[in-house]
């Protein structure tokens, strides 16, 4: 997580209340405690890109390596798959977390690009990896070609280039 030692309870409470009907959340509760060891979230992104989810998860350092972060991770990637139909989901691990990564690898994941000094983690500046995982048995459709519509075929309509004002809204 990207959150500051120092963030206010306040700002969590209103983040998590303001979620949009794309946002999809889940808590790994221990049974016992009723203590929340771990949260996973899922947001659908919309428009041109609404086939995509982008992925977060956060698990206790005292429950880590004990499957919490896995169980998470299937209950989002069920829920994209087969409730969702998402065709991709995206996340972001940072580089010195290695365990995250090996468990992101073992459910599909593949490496897509590494952001240089994309964070600060343990007073120094971090790598970040993308990943991204298609959904199996995806195939994307081929590339359309390109047409112009027939009003725009011929000589063109001179076109003056200008700031947007506030009457073009």
């Not at 459709?141 to 047409?147: D, G, L």
Request: net charge neutral.
């Amino acid at each position: 997580l990207l959150s500051l030692p120092t963030e206010r309870v306040d700002s969590s409470l209103a983040f998590l209340s303001n979620l949009p009907p794309t946002s999809h959340q889940f808590v790994a509760v221990d049974p016992d405690s009723g203590k929340v060891l771990g949260s996973a979230g899922l947001m659908q992104r919309s428009g041109r890109s609404a086939h995509v989810g982008d992925l977060g998860i956060m698990v206790l350092p005292e429950a880590q390596g004990k499957g919490i972060g896995r169980a998470l991770m299937q209950a989002l990637i069920d829920l994209a798959d087969n409730w969702l139909l998402l065709d991709r989901l995206a996340l972001t691990v940072f580089a010195h977390n290695e365990r995250a990564h090996k468990l992101y690898l073992s459910l599909g994941f593949e490496e897509e690009c590494r952001l240089q000094k994309a964070c600060v983690t343990g007073g120094a500046y971090g790598d970040e990896i993308a990943m991204g995982r298609l959904r199996p048995g995806f195939v994307p459709p081929p590339p359309k070609p390109f047409t112009l519509p027939e009003a725009m075929k011929g000589e063109p309509a001179p076109t003056r280039i200008r700031p947007l004002r506030r009457e073009d809204c």
